[in-house]
């Protein structure tokens, strides 16, 4: 099983320079520490994880890295013209030396579609059929397209891909899943997914795809120490802070409180669970990390494990990530 780093270049300190200089910088130790991947996501108007360009960090981070890959988890698609993106995408392929991982979502607030001027009811149908222009424009030579939201026509865009890209779904919806079991891409799990959620992805992917095995991603906290009591401690605070700091930052926002709803609250709600997101983390010893991770690994094929340290300070998440390398990887 790979190991790889959730970033959500979070605003503990409410310096923007310093969250996004940290996160950075910590990529680069877990690739020291060797692990396999990074995967960084996409918010907006938002205070406390300030990534609303991912692509900027992908590409910074593939010039400063040499071996880490580094994911979009994920590119909001609706948000996007197709074809810019496409382009963008392909100049990201022509110097990544295969390490860029391609991670695509649809988005789930109201704000973005009443800022972006996206529609919520057709935002999944928008993420496929975008996605399946890229596709077709980095990887054909001459494009016409005609679609219900986009087209094209005779469009060749430069520079050209010398293979196709691995495209993997953030998204937990039956669509999703079918949407990837039969074009073959792979799913990212959320930081909070229940087992039985993960069971159901994986149950529904092969109804559509039972011969093709599911790339699937699965992101967790994380912390590791040697005394019990302190971690849950910690990990229960650093989770509840990290959660009410999402949901907070409407009030520090003036974007968001102006294009607040109901809707977006109640969708903020159920996505920032901190009891979710403490209940399916890995804490503890190494010895029950250990244990917690090698029964998720018995359940489910798990390709890769985004961890996200559950600490406010940088310096303590490189502590957990140093001693899960050297305790807790070895032996799962």
């Known amino acids: 099983m790979k190991t790889a780093l959730f970033c959500l270049f979070e605003n503990w ?5 310093k969250a996004i200089t940290e996160q950075l910088d910590l990529i680069c130790y877990c690739e020291d520490l060797g ?7 996409e918010h907006h108007f938002n205070n406390f994880s300030v990534i609303p360009s991912p692509l900027t960090a992908v590409s910074y981070l593939l010039g400063k890295t040499k071996s880490i890959k580094i994911g979009t988890a994920a590119i909001l698609l609706p948000l996007y013209n197709p074809i810019k993106l496409a382009e963008e995408i392909a100049m990201i392929k022509a110097f990544d030396e295969n390490r860029f991982l391609y991670g695509i979502a649809k988005g789930a607030f109201p704000i973005y579609d009443k800022t972006f001027k996206a529609d919520a009811f057709t935002n999944r149908e928008v993420m496929f ?3 399946e222009l890229i596709h077709k424009l980095l990887n054909e030579e001459l494009v016409t397209f005609k679609g219900n939201f986009f087209t094209c ?6 520079p050209k891909l010398n293979e196709p890209i691995n495209t993997y779904i953030a998204s937990e919806s039956f669509e999703a899943i079918k949407e990837a079991a039969t074009k073959g891409y792979g799913l990212i799990g959320s930081i909070g997914i229940s087992k039985e959620k993960i069971k159901f992805i994986f149950d529904t992917y ?9 790339s699937f991603r699965v992101a967790r906290g994380i912390n590791i120490g040697v005394n019990k009591e302190e971690i849950i401690k910690e990990s229960q605070y650093c989770a509840d802070l990290f959660l009410k700091s999402m949901r907070a930052s409407k009030d520090t926002s003036p974007t968001l409180v102006k294009l607040l709803t109901n809707e977006y609250i109640d969708i903020r709600n159920k996505l920032f669970d901190s009891n979710k997101l403490f209940e399916n983390a890995i804490c503890g010893t ?4 250990i244990e917690q991770i090698k029964a998720l690994k018995e359940e489910f094929d798990i390709e890769a494990l985004l961890l996200k340290p559950l600490t406010t300070s940088t310096e303590k998440a490189k502590e957990i990530l140093n001693l899960y390398t050297k305790e807790v990887k070895p032996y799962v």
């Open 286 to 289: 190494p010895k029950e990390c």
């Open 129 to 131: 059929e975008a996605n």
């Open 206 to 214: 092969k109804t559509f795809n039972p011969t093709k095995p599911l």
């Open 13 to 17: 300190e409410n310096n923007y320079q």
């Open 35 to 41: 692990f396999d991947e990074a995967w960084i996501t």
């Open 153 to 158: 026509e005779n469009i060749s865009i430069r």
